[in-house]
């Protein structure tokens, strides 16, 4: 039985999505086609969230025969690992990796949860998943939570990291936990990914493609972007007689095209949101040992 020895554990919208990217490419290093498998998080589960997008409910996995065939093609490999966010904002992910995996290196990667909320927020409007203003998102959160909303639709309530990583200094090591800054990797993604690489024990002086952009922006045509985010007919068709090169390169193109102005934050929802985040932000500076005063200025 061959399970991961190393976990991406948060945090949504924090660059998770790059670091893995980058990973995967390490020859040294497996990681599953799956992003996000949410095992830890939602084992035994029947899943039912409520909320507009419903993939979560298809394309997680729920048992332990099906997150151990995601590592069934493992060789070599000396770092084995899996990326899913949702880990470090579950209230049941740390126990059930402390049981599976007990000696797995964690990593995580913190954004401004400000930030992190609105970028979160603008994802999903950008994707045709939400319909509602910042303001009037952050208002229906708590009804949205007791309707069985998925995590990504919880902006403010995502954002409280002491909170979470707590159980997992309780439970862990230290000397397992990897923590990072959103701004640390984004200003020098090449010396992250080098201590990464000390870390998992893997050769340190690979260097992965680094062309990959996350989208950023409203598009200018809903209809287009609806099209390359849901399934449809006319797209599974493509997909099926189109080479996947020429496909993913068309589509990035016609991506760029489409990509539109990025909205802005109400400076006043920004300051409301960075109070309620403030004894936690402090708590969490301790915790970590790592600077966040920028973050509450």
């Given amino acids: 039985m061959t399970l991961p020895n190393f976990l991406i554990i948060g945090s949504a919208k924090g660059g998770t999505s790059s670091l893995h990217y980058y990973l995967r490419q390490h020859p040294q290093i497996f990681m599953p086609d799956l992003k996000e498998p949410r095992f830890f998080a939602l084992e035994g589960g029947i899943l039912n969230f409520q909320n507009p997008d419903s993939a979560i409910n298809y394309n997680s996995i729920t048992t332990l025969r099906e997150y151990e065939s995601l590592f069934a093609n493992v060789t070599n490999e000396l770092g084995i690992g899996e990326a ?3 880990y470090l904002y579950s209230e049941k992910a740390a126990r059930r990796i402390k049981h599976y995996v007990p000696d797995a290196k964690l990593m995580v990667i913190l954004r401004n949860p400000v930030d992190r909320a609105f970028s979160c927020y603008t994802h999903l409007l950008r994707e045709g998943y939400e319909t509602l203003s ?4 952050l208002k229906a959160e708590s009804e949205r939570r007791q309707n069985n909303w998925a995590h990504l639709w919880h902006y403010r309530e995502a954002g409280y990291y002491y909170r979470q990583l707590k ?3 309780e439970l862990f090591n230290p000397e397992q936990i990897k923590i990072y800054l959103f701004d640390e990797f984004k200003q020098d993604n090449h010396a992250v990914l ?14 992965p493609d680094m062309t990959r952009q996350n989208v950023s922006g409203m598009p200018k045509s809903r209809r287009l972007q609806k099209f ?11 997909q099926a007689v189109m080479p996947k090169e020429i496909r993913h390169t068309v589509a990035a193109k016609i991506k760029a095209w489409n990509i539109g102005k990025k909205p802005k934050l109400n400076p006043e929802t920004r300051h409301q949101l960075m109070l309620e985040y403030r004894d936690d ?11 966040l005063t920028s973050w509450i200025q």
């Fill in 84 to 86: 899913s966010p949702l």
């Fill in 134 to 137: 910042f303001e009037a998102a």
């Fill in 167 to 169: 159980p997992y200094f």
């Fill in 194 to 207: 080098t201590d990464i690489y000390d870390f998992l024990g893997v050769d340190r002086d690979f260097v």
């Fill in 228 to 238: 390359f985010s849901q399934k449809n007919v006319f797209r599974s068709t493509i």
């Fill in 281 to 291: 932000i402090l708590q969490l500076q301790t915790l970590i040992a790592k600077d």
